[in-house]
């Protein structure tokens, strides 16, 4: 979120994709920061995936993300 932050200030469009085990996280993170950036959260786990799997991930979530990053 740092990164995202200096990034941001330097008006180079930012955001990030976790998975929903870091909603929580991210939340805190944002608060401590006093910066909330884009965010899209995938649906949790990701590890062990296969790598159709992750595609398939990446493919329901490309939408939201092109929004994120284009508001």
């Known amino acids: 979120m740092h990164d995202i932050s200096d990034l941001e200030s330097r008006g ?3 955001m990030f994709i976790a998975s ?3 909603v929580q996280a991210a939340e805190a993170q944002s ?3 006093g ?3 884009a965010s899209v959260f ?3 786990p990701i ?3 296969t790598d159709d799997e992750m595609r398939a991930k990446a ?3 490309f939408a939201e ?3 994120a990053v284009t508001r």
């Open 12 to 14: 180079v469009v930012g």
């Open 20 to 22: 929903t085990e870091f």
């Open 31 to 33: 608060a401590a920061l």
């Open 35 to 37: 910066f909330t950036p």
């Open 42 to 44: 995938v649906p949790h």
């Open 47 to 49: 590890q062990d995936r």
């Open 59 to 61: 493919d329901e979530a």
């Open 65 to 67: 993300i092109l929004r």
